[in-house]
């Protein structure tokens, strides 16, 4: 059984798109770095020293070289070491990207990907950390996808790469990069590219998640599972275009949400979802929906405080048996608090 880390799929992702397409350029802050965009374009500037273009802070002015190259038959791949950073091309990404195809009656297409470095990690503090995906979800003509493992990867990056002809917005949470995924998870053989799979079946409670709370959802359900409490998650993989379908029937069968995302509850994911159920019939909840995000605040630096900031395992536990046990009490015990940073590899970058 082969297995591999996130960080190995975004190099043969970034790697199969510089070999197969000579179009293809990757623009950026620390893609010729000797690190290479924390090991994601490693060496590639020596393969193709014209194709991967180490940039200034200048991200405003990178994407309008982006835009225009994308007019003129370049696929360019511009990376954010931060997606803090990536505030800087929202002029340029959604007052003309995302509406060029449509204000030129399909005459002009922009296809780019914009890679974003989303998540915690060793203090990141305010500026650093934060999961800005449902304001780029809210625009339409723009793809958001925050792939949660290897195969939605290579899946997603190479139909972007191939096949869409409109920009396409990567989220990579940075605690995912270290981790070593086994390559037998079926359930993600038939994703749809831009849309959401069920990452795991279950019966009682479904549990909508993005990005790393995959993963956190996942290890809690395994935990839940030893008191009899069989959860599905659905991995909402592509947060503008999510499987409405997929979601509205597991609650059908469940009766019970909740919702784990890497952002801010307020006009968020979370709100999202519980608008995609109780727009089509909210009778399909037994027990109103729960949503876990961070904090209503900015990102504080301190460890201690970063803990708290954040939603976890412990916490999707303990709002899993409220949705299920409601007001009863129970007996089960809820797994000791564990800093993320500390159960998941550190975070190795060169910043």
């Known amino acids: 059984m082969s297995s591999k880390t996130y960080r190995e799929a975004l190099a043969d992702a970034m790697h199969s798109a510089m070999y197969n397409f000579d179009n293809t350029i990757i623009i950026g802050q620390g893609v010729a770095d000797f690190k290479g965009l924390f090991g994601t374009t490693s060496n590639l500037a020596k393969m193709y020293p014209k194709r991967v273009i180490e940039t200034p802070l200048a991200e405003d002015s990178i994407a309008g070289i982006c835009l225009g190259a994308a007019l003129n038959g ?20 959604i007052n003309l990207g995302a509406k060029y195809k449509y204000m030129f ?53 190479r139909y972007a790469i191939e096949k869409h002809r409109s920009p396409v917005i990567m989220f990579e949470h940075r605690l995912l990069y270290e981790i070593s995924f086994e390559d037998n998870d079926q359930l993600y053989d038939n994703v749809s590219i831009f849309g959401s799979v069920i ?65 801010w509850k307020a006009y968020g994911v979370a709100a999202e979802i519980n608008r995609i159920i109780n727009e089509h019939d909210p009778k399909l909840l037994k027990e109103p929906s729960r949503s876990l995000t961070m904090q209503p605040s900015p990102c504080p630096t301190a460890k201690v405080l970063e803990d708290m900031y954040y939603p976890d395992m412990k916490d999707i536990v303990s709002a899993a048996i409220k949705l299920i046990k409601g007001g009863i009490e129970t007996n089960i015990e809820l797994p000791k608090k564990e800093s993320m940073t500390s159960y998941y590899k550190h975070f190795k970058g060169p910043f």
């Not at 009656?105 to 060793?122: K, Q």
């Not at 925050?146 to 290579?154: A, D």
């Not at 599905?232 to 919702?259: A, C, F, M, Q, Y």
């Open 199 to 263: 990452a795991r079946v279950g019966k009682d409670l479904t549990i909508v998640a993005t990005s790393i709370m995959v993963l956190e959802s996942k290890r809690a359900a395994i935990y839940l599972e030893r008191f009899g409490i069989d959860v599905e998650i659905i991995d909402l993989n592509s947060i503008s275009h999510p499987d409405e379908s997929l979601i509205i029937e597991s609650v059908r069968k469940t009766g019970r949400l909740l919702v784990c995302d890497t952002s």
């Open 74 to 93: 370049i696929y360019p791949i511009n990376t954010h070491i931060r997606a803090d950073f990536g505030l800087l091309v929202f002029n340029q990404l």
């Open 105 to 157: 009656g399909g005459i002009f297409e922009v296809p780019i990907m914009m890679r974003m470095i989303v998540g915690r990690s060793w203090g990141q503090g305010a500026q650093h950390s934060q999961s800005l995906q449902s304001l780029l979800a809210h625009i339409p003509g723009l793809v958001v996808v925050m792939p949660s493992s290897p195969k939605s990867i290579i899946n997603s990056y």
